[in-house]
């Protein structure tokens, strides 16, 4: 758990935060002079690429383990089974790959020491090869509920409680936090800020990944946060281009398609990329939605030629990186092949191919594709040189190792993790008062009950929420105990927190993506009826509340992580005031043309 410290001074926390990328390299230098010439230099290190070396350099891909050589045995297993190699290093040896992906579930990321160590290992691989290139190292860390490095590392508000909060400087000091502590372990490309404009409440794939449903306001956070992740040495990358906002399908599963006119298109989805570009947004990721107004085709936009270089890079004059979001999700293998999805993404203007379920169908396929003329090498030739230059960019050529100490000097420092509960502190929402109920004192409401879902920690490393929240309330003076009920709570469940009710001063109840047929709906209903006052806490999406009644307080977090739930603590206690506004609107259940709480709505202490 991370523990508050007293507030470092700024100018402390600003020097810790943007030495970080620096001081946790070393210069290794020699075998790259010729890379840090500019484009120049970089063609011809591409000229001594044989057309393997160059195919490789287009594929960010995952792989299991701890270890760059020495993975344990199951993962072995995996990588044998996956990919038809043994380990990262025989991954980068075999195809040559300009990156790899690291995920918790892939054993990738234990703790912070040994996720620099398996970097440089990585690194250590691709620099043996006869033309030494080094690697890009990607992960999704956008917090909140998508996050792959977890404690000690600090974890800080997602972004749809960075919304709440409004405030472009903490999104930006957050994001120079989360890039410096990423650049320490050799991780340099991060696939955030989410850039999707959130409209649908039922939007089941972004939802709080999302800064909210206001472009503009979305678009000045996603500036800040670009120029955060970079100023730290960590390539941001927008997402999902040209807008997954407006969707009830997740591209993981199907094809979603959006119905925006190119007119809607423009005023709500393009903002956030438009603002991204202007700060030199280092990469974009593709969305694997068909947009019929701009596109006809019924082609995903990761496949899509007019989206991606006619949209992408004519109209709106990106020309850094585009990654293709994950190949290995259904919403681009419903119309086409694998084999056939990497070629098409590259046709269409996309530069690092992620993620490919089968990575030797879609490596040979993209070889045989310049072989047999369909992708001209000097199209191949376009994207590892955007490859490349990003990769010069962030010194990689010149230091491509980590070290312990500079681990030790940035990763979770007590800095970092004060400021990530200062920025905490100014997100939670508090959507109903009933009567001034809140806050609560302990003299007056000391026996508190805390039931609800424990869904499992975004990191792995936090929760569970019930028990976070007892912990922090009892931190607070109350006595606070912990009943975990669970997303889908049986009946008897549900009489066990009723029992436990009985003589308390007050229930939280921690409520998780609430529908017309959730049986939390059931237990906050049985648990009002008890008398005992209710307080609910959403601890992911806002738009709980327009599902239950009867409660005398709401507040959301917008996230289980401990640092969001530490802060809902400190703010049913008193100890500090609301400060946060809904950066969506909640309409209501039974009428979704009728707005419960306005987009901006947020209540405070007297």
């Not at 270890?67 to 991954?91: F, H, K, M, Q, Y």
């Not at 490919?356 to 199209?379: F, H, I, Q």
């Not at 200062?422 to 959507?431: D, F, Q, V």
Request: glycine share 8%; proline share 7%.
């Amino acid at each position: 758990m991370q523990h508050r410290t007293p507030a470092p001074s700024r100018r402390t926390l600003l020097t810790v935060t943007a030495a970080a990328a620096a001081a946790a390299v070393t210069g290794f230098a020699a075998p790259f002079a010729h890379a840090e010439g500019g484009d120049q230099a970089l063609r011809r290190l591409i000229d001594r690429m044989s057309l393997e070396e160059k195919v490789g350099q287009l594929f960010v891909m995952r792989v299991y383990g701890h270890s760059a050589t020495a993975p344990d045995r199951a993962d072995v297993d995996a990588n044998l089974a996956e990919i038809g190699v043994r380990t990262a290093a025989e991954l980068v040896e075999r195809y040559h790959v300009g990156g790899i992906i690291y995920f918790s579930w892939a054993h990738n990321t234990r703790s912070p020491q040994q996720i620099a160590e398996l970097s440089n290992g990585i690194q250590r691989a691709a620099l043996a090869r006869p033309v030494p290139v080094p690697v890009l190292i990607s992960t999704d860390q956008e917090h909140g509920i998508v996050c792959r490095v977890g404690e000690p590392a600090t974890l800080l508000p997602g972004a749809m409680a960075l919304g709440a909060g409004g405030s472009r400087a903490d999104a930006r000091t957050a994001a120079r936090i989360a890039g410096a502590e990423l650049a320490a372990v050799g991780i340099r490309q991060n696939y955030a800020p989410v850039a999707d404009v959130n409209v649908n409440p039922a939007n089941p794939v972004i939802g709080v990944r999302s800064f909210g449903s206001d472009p503009h306001a979305v678009a000045g956070l996603v500036a800040a946060q670009v120029q955060g992740y970079q100023r730290a040495g960590v390539a941001a990358t927008a997402k999902h281009f040209p807008g997954h906002g407006d969707t009830a399908v997740d591209s993981h599963h199907g094809l979603p398609t959006i119905t925006h006119t190119r007119e809607q298109w423009a005023e709500l989805d393009a903002p956030p990329f438009r603002a991204a570009i202007e700060v030199a947004i280092d990469s974009i990721m593709t969305a694997h939605i068909v947009v019929p107004a701009l596109d006809p085709s019924g082609d995903p936009a990761t496949l899509s030629r007019p989206i991606l270089t006619g949209i992408l890079r004519e109209r709106l004059g990106y020309d850094g990186v585009v990654v293709t979001d994950s190949l290995a999700m259904e919403g681009v293998r419903t119309k086409y092949g694998d084999e056939r999805v990497p070629v098409l993404a590259l046709l269409a203007g996309a530069d690092q191919l992620l993620n490919p379920p089968k990575l030797d169908v879609a490596w040979n396929a993209v070889l045989a594709a310049v072989r047999g003329g369909e992708l001209t090498e000097s199209r191949l030739d376009a994207s590892v040189l955007r490859i490349l230059r990003l990769k010069a960019k962030l010194g990689l050529f010149r230091q491509p190792y980590v070290t312990r100490a500079g681990v030790d000097r940035v990763v979770g420092t007590a800095a970092h993790l004060d400021r990530a509960d200062r920025i905490a502190e100014a997100t939670t929402t508090l959507l109903l008062n009933e009567d001034g109920f809140l806050p609560l004192d302990p003299a007056s409401h000391g026996s508190v009950l805390v039931v609800g879902a424990d869904p499992a920690s975004p990191s792995g490393t936090t929760g569970p929420p019930t028990t976070t929240l007892a912990t922090a309330l009892t931190e607070l003076g109350f006595a606070a105990t912990a009943l975990s009920t669970g997303i889908s709570p049986t009946a008897a469940k549900i009489e066990e927190a009723v029992a436990a009710a009985t003589g308390r001063d007050a229930v939280v109840v921690g409520t998780y993506n609430l529908s017309a047929t959730s049986p939390q709906r059931t237990l906050v209903a049985r648990l009002v009826a008890t008398g005992v006052p209710v307080v609910t806490i959403a601890i992911r999406n806002p738009y709980d509340v327009a599902w239950i009644d009867g409660q005398r307080a709401t507040l959301a977090a917008y996230s289980w992580t401990d640092v969001e739930l530490r802060s809902s603590a400190r703010v049913l206690a008193g100890r500090v005031r609301p400060r946060g506004r809904l950066p969506v609107p909640v309409q209501s259940a039974e009428d979704p043309t009728r707005v419960l709480y306005p987009l901006g709505h947020g209540l405070s202490y007297d």
